[in-house]
């Protein structure tokens, strides 16, 4: 009888894991920020492409706790981070707009999410659009051109 209950729970989890991966929750870049920094990032000024140099991060690092483990899909722009020699990518940012974290400010730490594969992918073209989904993580990442407040454990990348 307990043998029985144990695999019909083993199995019940199974099931839900896979469900919960067949269907992610399509998120909006604005539901990444908590409410009281939403207006603030609608109204904040529009981003400048035409300068020369890196200018520095704003915004915080404020998350919605609730996107911690959940499956997701999310549309964005890649900016590559970990590339190797055959030119594939293990590690990249998604951001929400094309042109974000070169030389102008990047986006909010709430706004960028650093992505990683478990298997690399050659490098996309940094024109096109791209749906990411898996797993997201409340996790912080530091890298030289910007911070991240969310990490996401890519399973797919397809284009937008």
């Known amino acids: 009888m307990i043998r029985t209950l144990a695999t019909l729970l083993l199995c019940l989890a199974a099931t839900l894991a896979w469900a919960s991966k067949a269907d992610p929750r399509e998120l909006d870049w604005l539901e990444l ?4 920094e939403v207006e603030t ?8 492409h035409s300068g020369q140099f890196k200018m520095e991060q704003q915004g915080s690092f404020n998350t919605i706790a609730e996107l911690h483990g959940q499956y997701v899909k999310l549309p964005g722009y890649i900016v590559p981070l970990d590339v190797d020699d055959d030119q594939k990518m293990s590690a990249f940012f998604l951001v929400p707009y094309f042109g974000a974290c070169i030389h102008v400010p990047p986006p909010p730490p709430n706004q960028i999410i650093y992505v990683t594969l478990q298997q690399p992918i050659p490098v996309t073209d940094i ?3 791209f749906w990411i989904e898996g797993t997201m993580k409340v996790e912080t990442s530091h890298r030289e051109i910007a911070d991240s407040a969310y990490h996401l454990l890519a399973d797919k990348v397809t284009l937008y």
């Open 33 to 36: 920020l908590p409410e009281d």
């Open 41 to 48: 990032l609608l109204q904040a000024p529009p981003v400048d």
């Open 127 to 129: 024109y096109d659009a």
